[in-house]
């Protein structure tokens, strides 16, 4: 293990290709973003993995940022089965669960791709109102908003993945 690293940082950096590649894709979709946070290791702080994370996050083509957006159930419909997304989009009541949805298809219609936000300690009420607010957005806008969307979601999944690997059995 990195010993100068915190034990769950250490553990990330010492990971095998292959399970961190899978976890990272966990946190985002993006095999570049996931790659390249990879390459990056390792890293002597949670800052540090976030900063890459950051750079990664902002050289993505449009094509990763569409792989990266892929990995994301609409707001108002946490895909089954998946805790993280039902954990981030927890603050959606049952009565606001329709109109996410239609106004989510009509944005899908406008830009290609779901409405995303970084729904952690939003209510409902807010999700919509920002999807009102963006929805008229041109597409090269709302591409460099969801840029900045995902980074949030991948900061607070960082954290929680570093948060697990400390609590793992080392043996």
Known sequence: MTS?????????????????????HEVCASAAWGAAVARGRPYGS?????????????ALTAADLGEAMAGHP????????????????????????AELLR?????????????LICATGRTGAEMLAA????????????REIVRTELGKI???????????LAQEDPS
């Open 46 to 58: 949670l800052g540090d993995l976030l900063a890459a994370s950051d750079a990664a996050m902002a």
């Open 4 to 24: 100068s690293a915190p034990p769950g940082l250490a553990r990330f950096n010492d990971a095998a290709p292959a399970p961190l590649a899978e976890r990272l």
């Open 131 to 142: 999807l009102k607010e963006r929805i008229g957005n041109d597409t090269a806008t709302e």
């Open 74 to 97: 609409p707001i108002g419909r946490p895909r089954p089965g998946d805790p993280a997304s039902a954990r981030e989009q927890s603050g959606v009541r049952d009565e606001e669960r």
């Open 154 to 164: 991948n900061h607070i999944r960082l954290g929680r993945l570093i948060e697990r």
């Open 103 to 115: 106004l989510n298809l009509a944005y899908q219609d406008a830009h290609g791709h779901v409405f």
